[in-house]
C-alpha cells in the first residue's frame, strides 16, 4: 500500500507545471504601467519562474479579483500608490476576502506616499499598524549607507535574517555570505499586534526608530516606534496557509538597489547588497514557492510479533504496542524534497481523547525515507483507558504551511478471554495456594468421615 501511494505522489510531482503549489496567475497593480521599468529585474525573475503577469491600474475597469465566485488571480503585488483610495475593485474588504479565498497577496510600501485607506483597512483587519499619519521614515544614525545616504541616514544596511525563529535561517539567507547585506531604502516600519499568525521577518535595529518627516524634526522625543519595536518586513500566514507580506520599501525591490555597493560607516570596502536574492525569496514565500509541507502518506499499525499486520485498523485494544508514521515532504522552488526539521524544534505526536494522552517527539525513520520524501516515527503502548482516540499532527512553525492531521480511532476494553489467566500472575500464587489448602482440607475430612468405623461398645444395664 505505501509502495502505491508513493508511486501515486511521484506521479502527480513529476505532472505539476507551475513554479508554485497554488497558481501562477499573478496580478500586478501599478499606478501607472511606466513604473514597471523601476522593477524590471524583480518582475522578470518572476516571469522566469514560470509565473503569468496581468499589470493593471487600481482604476483600471476591467480589474476584478474574483470571476463568477472564484478567483481571477493566485497572487496580488500592490505597489505604492499615489491615490487615497484604490478604487472598489480593490476595498479592504475585497482583499480579505482574496486572502480567505486562499490567495497571496504582496504589499510594498514608499515613504513618500501614504498608504490607501483600503490597505489600512486591510492591515487594520490583520493586527497591523502603520504611523498615524499613514507615512513614516526609518531612520538608524549607526547602521546606514554612506554613499548613498551620508546625511539623512535613511538608507539601512542589515544582515539577512538569521534564525531567531525556527526555519528563518534555511528559507532566507541560506548561502548568504557572511558580510552580505541588505539595503532598505526610504522604508516604513510598522508594529505588530500579539497574534500567533504574525511574524516579523526582517525587525529594525536597536537604533533605528521611526518618524514623519514631513512633521516632525529629524530628531524626535517621541517616534512612533523605535528598535525591535519596528518590523520592516511583516508577514501573515491565515490558519488555511494563505500568505501575505508588507514590505516597508518599495525601492528593496527596485533595479537601482540590486547587486548595487554599499559601505557601512568605518567599513574597510563596500559590498554588494544582497536585494535581488531576498527579493526572490521573500516573494517566492508569499507565493509559496517555498516554505511549503505536504503529507505523502500516514499509517499506524499494531507491532506485536504475530499480531494482526492490518493498516490504519479503526480499533485497537488498550494496552496494545502501536507504531505510527508519516512522510512529509517540503516543496523548494521547482521540487519536492525530503522535510528536515529545523534545529531545536520538535515535530510531534499526539494521542488524544479531551486531552494528550501520550504527547511523542517523531523520530526520522531512514529506512522508509527518499530524496522527496521524509518519514517519522513513533511507537508506544496504549492507555489503560477505552474510548475514542485520535492520531493527532498539530504542527504550526513560521513560515511553513501548517500540517494538521487527525485519525480517529477507537480503543476497547479487554474481551473475557483476553485477560491473563490467575496462575499466570505470580501475586495470585498465594490465594491459590489458600484454595487448594481448603479445597485439599475439606476433601481430606469428607474421606476421615466417611471412611472411618464407628467405636464399639457394650450397652450398659
Known amino acids: 500500500m505505501r509502495s502505491l501511494l508513493s508511486f501515486a505522489v511521484l506521479v502527480l510531482a513529476t505532472v505539476v507545471s507551475a513554479i508554485s503549489t497554488t497558481g501562477d496567475r499573478l496580478l500586478v497593480v501599478l499606478d501607472d504601467a511606466a513604473e514597471q521599468a523601476g522593477y524590471s529585474k524583480f518582475l522578470g525573475d518572476l516571469k522566469s519562474r514560470g509565473f503569468k503577469l496581468s499589470f493593471e491600474t487600481p482604476k483600471s475597469e476591467s480589474l476584478s479579483l474574483f470571476h463568477l465566485g472564484e478567483r481571477a488571480y493566485d497572487h496580488v503585488i500592490l505597489f505604492p500608490s499615489k491615490l487615497k483610495g484604490l478604487g472598489p475593485k480593490l476595498t479592504g474588504q475585497l482583499l480579505l476576502q482574496f486572502l480567505n479565498a486562499d490567495g497571496n497577496i504582496l504589499v510594498a510600501l514608499g515613504s513618500d506616499t501614504a498608504a490607501s485607506t483600503a490597505l489600512v483597512s486591510l492591515l487594520t483587519e490583520l493586527d497591523i499598524h502603520l504611523p498615524a499619519e499613514r507615512t513614516g521614515l526609518v531612520v538608524d544614525h549607526f547602521n546606514y549607507d554612506s554613499v548613498s545616504a551620508p546625511d539623512k541616514h535613511d538608507v539601512l544596511l542589515l544582515p539577512p535574517p538569521g534564525s531567531h525563529r525556527p526555519g528563518v535561517k534555511d528559507i532566507f539567507s541560506a548561502g548568504a555570505p557572511s558580510d552580505q547585506v541588505i539595503a532598505f531604502a526610504r522604508g516604513v516600519g510598522a508594529t505588530l499586534g500579539a497574534g500567533e499568525l504574525l511574524t516579523p521577518l526582517l525587525r529594525a535595529p536597536s537604533t533605528a526608530y521611526s518618524y514623519d ?32 507580506t508588507l514590505v516597508g520599501s518599495a525601492e528593496l525591490l527596485a533595479d537601482k538597489w540590486f547587486d548595487t555597493e554599499v559601505q557601512k560607516p568605518g567599513a574597510a570596502k563596500a559590498v554588494k547588497t544582497f536585494n535581488r536574492e531576498f527579493a526572490k525569496r521573500v516573494a517566492g514565500w508569499t507565493f509559496q514557492e517555498i516554505g511549503v509541507l505536504r503529507v505523502n502518506w500516514i499509517e499506524h499499525h499494531l ?14 485494544r488498550i494496552k496494545n504496542e502501536v507504531t505510527y508514521a508519516i512522510s512529509v515532504s517540503e516543496y523548494a522552488w521547482d521540487a519536492w524534497t525530503a522535510f528536515s526539521v ?23 525513520d531512514a529506512a522508509h525515507s527518499t530524496p522527496d ?32 492531521e487527525k485519525n480517529t480511532v477507537s480503543v476497547r476494553h479487554m474481551a473475557h478471554d483476553e485477560w491473563p489467566r490467575s496462575f499466570v500472575i505470580s501475586g495470585a500464587w498465594p490465594w491459590i495456594a489458600g ?9 481430606g475430612f469428607c474421606a476421615l468421615w466417611m471412611y472411618s468405623a464407628p467405636v464399639s461398645g ?3 444395664q
Open 213 to 244: 518627516p514631513s512633521t516632525q524634526a529629524e530628531t524626535v522625543d517621541d517616534p512612533f516606534a523605535a528598535g525591535e519595536q519596528l518590523s520592516l518586513i511583516s508577514t501573515f500566514q491565515s490558519r488555511t496557509s494563505a500568505r501575505f
Open 303 to 316: 507491532n506485536e510479533v504475530g499480531g494482526s499486520n492490518e493498516t490504519n485498523p479503526k480499533i485497537y
Open 342 to 364: 529545523p534545529p531545536n524544534d520538535v515535530f510531534q505526536l499526539e494521542f488524544s481523547m479531551l486531552s494528550p494522552f501520550h504527547r511523542l517527539t517523531l523520530q526520522p
Open 373 to 404: 520524501a521524509a518519514a517519522f516515527t513513533a511507537s508506544f503502548k496504549l492507555p489503560d483507558q477505552h474510548g475514542i482516540f485520535n492520531f493527532k499532527i498539530n504542527y504550526k512553525r513560521p513560515f511553513f504551511t501548517n500540517v494538521e
Open 435 to 443: 484454595i487448594g489448602a481448603t479445597v485439599a482440607g475439606w476433601l
Open 458 to 460: 457394650k450397652k450398659t
